[in-house]
């Protein structure tokens, strides 16, 4: 990473640290735009450099953490099953949030704002479904004549369902970093013994 790079990630950490702050001490809906900047010692428009809406400061690097799945299957190597490629996608993605979102506390007050924001879950949804859309076009490219859409579609919501469903209840708990990240751990284990022989 070059030393913009650094700089342009610096700058959303410290955006998504005073937006988790704000939301946390006064509320989603009460917290404005300017008000993270502000707090984040930026200008409002900074943050639209980075992020489209205030929605959007929730997801994270959400769609860099795609691209690390995506990344995966396309790295796929000769006699490497369905279920081995998806497995290296998925837990790149895991690996992702335990370094990003789940130390920051972003990924625990995505969790909870979800549950009572509904613009917020309809953003987080319209996330989810471009990923799982993506990942299963990966697939079916990364498997050609082996794998169908359909196909492609089933396996990839069955996986990532097991590993989001996890990571929503253990989040919803208030489980400690470390009992968050065994829980993925075994929904990533559980999909792998499940695709076993895709």
Excluded: C, W
């Amino acid at each position: 990473m070059g030393l913009r790079e650094e700089k342009k990630e610096r700058t959303r950490v410290a955006l998504v640290e005073a937006a988790v702050r704000l939301f946390g001490e006064q509320g989603y809906e009460r917290t404005t735009v300017a008000e993270i900047a502000a707090a984040a010692g930026m200008s409002t428009r900074t943050f639209f450099l980075h992020f489209p809406a205030k929605e959007d400061v929730l997801l994270g690097n959400a769609r860099a953490r795609v691209e690390k799945g995506l990344a995966a299957v396309g790295a796929r190597e000769p006699g490497q099953s369905v279920g081995s490629v998806l497995g290296a996608a998925l837990a790149a993605m895991v690996a992702d949030v335990a370094e990003h979102d789940l130390p920051s506390g972003l990924a625990a007050a995505r969790a909870r704002l979800a549950a009572e924001e509904p613009s917020l879950r309809a953003r987080l949804l319209q996330g989810l479904i471009a990923a799982h859309t993506d990942l299963a076009d990966a697939l079916v490219r990364a498997f050609p004549g082996e794998l169908d859409e359909v196909t492609a579609a089933a396996v990839v919501g069955a996986a990532v369902g097991a590993v989001s469903a996890t990571a929503e209840a253990a989040l919803r708990q208030g489980l400690p970093t470390t009992e968050i990240q065994a829980a993925l751990r075994t929904a990533l284990n559980f999909a792998a013994t499940h695709l076993q022989g895709r």
